[in-house]
């Protein structure tokens, strides 16, 4: 079959559009609006990536984006009224809030005390003034040729910049909240990075309380040699949700991370990873629970780049109704990097028979030492756990529960972070709770 | 009085017939034990009265206090007092025990139209049970019979059924696996229990477990039917002789 070509659908045109309008008042002169220019050219080239883009089969955007929403309008006071309940799932933590309101920075909404090696500042400052950290690592820290990334180059307005000094530990996690306040459909994207220096400890959460807004979010995240950084994203959207993170990671680091996705029509969460020094240790994992007709994808690549490094991925999914999971999960391991020990493991509990979970595990290795493995599963309930449940006097609905409790239990019980890990399993009872 | 009746009970699994008429009744606050070859239906009888799904009763009755049982689900019948003390236990990977212990014993009082056990009042029943059955505090701190032995596994199945209280207790093989000091300690939790308020069907291949739990009545079983009823001397005869006379009975 020939690839034509085909005309550019309605969100193509509006996206196209919005970024020529915008072109003039977008932050950031120089390097960086040649930056711009060159990811609007790859998204022209290419547009929107349909089922006929491998990496993309899944979750076809040319046909889940019917039209493209209007970029947000700056967040007036009413906006950001409307916006100060958002990030429910995390909010009793003890963090330290950032809040963004319709992609914008909201300093007033945040928590900005000043804290021993911790730099906090918003993009759109950074790119207005040519900040150095923004120019060395914006675009770089994974490069990829992915179109949802290039979108989020061309247009990105704001986010966060946080820089970690070296050694320094921080007392808090940072909580970036992401939330809606425009009354109207409206779409943003937001750019964040976050520098982690040498030897430094943070916990980064990103969580994602969109609404009916489009959402187009990148995050760098340099982790420096011997650094330790948890990352979380949470995410609750009712509009198209796509979110890619590009993290580098240094020599004998650590770098954990877990996203946790419910209550979201389409949601598609890109972790590209590399590992680029040797002897770091990295766990990348998450949960979806979903119902309706809600659509998550998980899409990985995980790069090992230097030898002597271990990573787990570990996702698990949720399927009630005629919920779609969507795991693609793809570890390179390069030439020298020898006695990498890499492990991926996706399991799927479908409640219903109409529920569809998609597993695309794969394994490219050019190195000839190395133990890598991958796992896919799935599974409704097992019968025999809720018999010996109901058997006990457990009603049907709460045995499910306890199930899927004990399904998702094994992955949320490798975060560390007490207070997040409760707050996470929390949710999810919650979630089970309100099951139809 | 009798508490259950089990009437002509016929019961298929995949169209294959493994219950085949059979009767039997439980006299409240007796111990019956059930003794038979294997593949005579026992373990059948057990998930039937326990309301297992895959079981199809295509003739006959059960009755609990003269209600019939059969359209309710398992966890309505455990409400209603039936308790079944699995053969092989499952492991529940993720649900804590004391959690479980909990919201079991909460839903049957809550289906029973009692209010919730207190705290300290249900810390205390589960720790001195646990105590007396040789249950660590660490034990009971992990998940559901996860990373137990075998013998471990059926002093958890004790555990539950002191904790719940049943009215009748189904107990399928308990004595397999057990060496026999585990053994002693299950059969002491076991009569401990025993009231004349509660009944308890206990299903075993060897006469060496009613030694320690002394059954007023001894039932056979052979091919999907009870075929003789005694005294727990019956026990002992079969002990001798085995099942070769059962066995044969059934070439009409």
Redesign the interface.
Known sequence: MADVTPMKTPAEQALSAAYEAARGSLPGKGGIATLREGAFKRFEERGLPHRRVEDWKYTDLRALMREANPLAPAPDAAAKARAKDAGKILKGLDSRRLVFVDGVFAPEMSDLAPEDGLTIGSLADALASGDALVAEHVGSTFATDDVAVALNTALMGDGAVIRIAKAAELKRPIHLVFATGADKPSANFVRSLVVVDEGAKATIIEEHDSGDAQVNAATELVVGDEAEADYFKVTRARALHVASLLAQIGAKATFNSFAYTSDSSVVRNQNFVRFAGEHSHGGIRGVSLQRGKEHVDTTLLIEHAAAHCESREQFKSVLDDRGHGVFQGKIVVKPHAQKTDAKMMTRSLLLTDEAEADNKPELEIFADDVVCGHGATTSAPD???K??????????P??EA??I??????VV?EIGNEAIREALMNAAIEWMGSRG | MSLLEVKNLHVEIDGKKILNGLDLTVEKGHVAAIMGPNGSGKSTLAYVL????DYEVTEGDVLLDGESILEM???E???KGV??A?QY??E????ATM??LR???N??RK?RGEGEVSTPEFMKLVRDTAKNLGISQEMLRR?VNVGFSGGEKKRQEIL?MSV?QPRIAVLDETDSGLDIDALRIVADGVNALRSPERSMIVITHYQRLLNYIVPEVVHVMARGRVVKTGGKELALELEAKGYAEYAGEEAA
């Open positions: 019968k025999a756990l018999f010996y449940l109901m058997s006990r006097g457990i009603p049907e709460e045995a306890l199930l409790q004990a399904f998702i239990g094994e019980e | 326990a309301g297992k799904e689900s398992p966890d019948r455990a409400a308790f079944l699995f236990p499952v529940v990977p993720g649900v959690t479980f919201t079991a014993l839903a049957q289906s998940a539950q719940l």
